[in-house]
């Protein structure tokens, strides 16, 4: 198994500019989430899905959309990027509730460093 | 809301020396309590995790505690080596309906072990 795979793992964007950060796991798990990770500020939710066609916003939604049309994909749209979006992002996925614990157990992909100029 | 706390930000220690980062939660109600620790160019790997029905938990040189009253938890690291240096997160779970796996993480802990 992969596990969770995202790409690009590096990319550099201008002001207002569009982009997706693909994400996608072989593991047939349920939940998916993306986060976000800064400095000084741990990993912040910015929105997950507990299954196909489910989606839902966490800590830190705003410029940012996500769909879940099939378990294996959830993709990140920025639709008009901002330097504040400078970051790096994990996508993660796990087992959904009714797998009992393992739906805590995150598995975490490797990352997409974004800049935004 | 919910909220955790870790501290210290970063810490140094001596090989084989002990490490101990320590996270408070704010929901009493909060039930698993996951540490990852991040290497660098990586996503974040879970190491070891504690519910909140047991106090202790250990893993070789890694352990966590757990104190309910207190609202905090500690992961403890023992006989350190340079290959423990990483960031490691805490975090805590909330519980109710869809919170089921989503994770509220620390700050994180940047942790360097000097050979």
Partial sequence: NAGVTQTPKFQVLKTGQSMTLQCAQDMNHEYMSWYRQDPGMGLR?????VGAGITDQGEVPNGYNVSRSTTEDF???????????TSVYFCASSYSRSRGTGA???TF????????? | GENVE???STLSVQE????VIKCTYSDSASNYFPWYKQELGKGPQLIIDIRSNVGEKKDQRIAVTLNKTAKHFSLHITETQPE????YFCAAIFPGGTSYGKLTFGQGTILTVHP
């Fill in chain 1, 104 to 106: 805590n157990v995150l």
């Fill in chain 2, 6 to 8: 870790q501290h210290p």
């Fill in chain 1, 45 to 49: 939710l910015i929105h997950y899905s």
């Fill in chain 2, 16 to 19: 084989g020396d002990s490490a």
């Fill in chain 1, 109 to 117: 992909g490797a990352g997409s460093r974004l800049t935004v100029l």
């Fill in chain 2, 84 to 87: 423990d240096s990483a960031v």
């Fill in chain 1, 75 to 85: 993709p990140l749209r920025l639709l008009s990027a901002a330097p504040s979006q």
